[in-house]
C-alpha cells in the first residue's frame, strides 16, 4: 500500500496555471505506474493523465492534451501534474492515484489520495 497526499489545489480564472504535487510514501514509489484522475460535480470520475514508472510513457485524455503535462521525480517521491490554460470546465476535485500499470485510459488503481479541489472562474 502506498499513501498519497495532493497539495497546489486553489482558485483561479480562465487561462491561469495550476501546478498540483502529489507525494508518495509506503511503497516504492519508483515502480509505480501514477496518474491524476479528476471528478466533477454531478460526473463520473476520470483519468486525466498517468505516467509509467519510468516516465517512459505517458497518456492524457483528450481535453486536457496541450495543456496539462505529467511529471514525476522518482527520487523525491513526487509526481507533478502541470496545468496551463485553465478552463471552467477543468474544476474538479483532482486525486492522484497509483497501479502496477495503465494501459492507455485504462489504469487500474490500487491506491487513492484524499483529492485537492481546482476551481477555475470564467
Known amino acids: 500500500q502506498v499513501q498519497l497526499v495532493e497539495s497546489g489545489g486553489g482558485l483561479v480564472q480562465a487561462g491561469d496555471s495550476l501546478r498540483l504535487s502529489c507525494t508518495a510514501s509506503?511503497?516504492?514509489?519508483?515502480?509505480?505506474?501514477m496518474g491524476w484522475f479528476r471528478q466533477a460535480p454531478g460526473k463520473e470520475r476520470e483519468l486525466v493523465a498517468a505516467?509509467?514508472?519510468?516516465?517512459?510513457?505517458?497518456y492524457y485524455t483528450d481535453s486536457v492534451k496541450g495543456r496539462f503535462t505529467i511529471s514525476r521525480d522518482n527520487a523525491k517521491n513526487t509526481v507533478d501534474l502541470q496545468m496551463n490554460s485553465l478552463k471552467p470546465e477543468d474544476t474538479a476535485v483532482y486525486y492522484c492515484?497509483?497501479?502496477?500499470?495503465?494501459?492507455?485510459?485504462?489504469?487500474?488503481?490500487?491506491?487513492w489520495g484524499q483529492g485537492t479541489q481546482v476551481t477555475v472562474s470564467s
Open positions: 505516467i509509467s514508472w519510468s516516465s517512459g510513457s505517458t
Open positions: 492515484a497509483a497501479g502496477t500499470y495503465y494501459s492507455g485510459s485504462y489504469f487500474p488503481v490500487a491506491d
Open positions: 509506503g511503497r516504492t514509489f519508483s515502480s509505480l505506474a
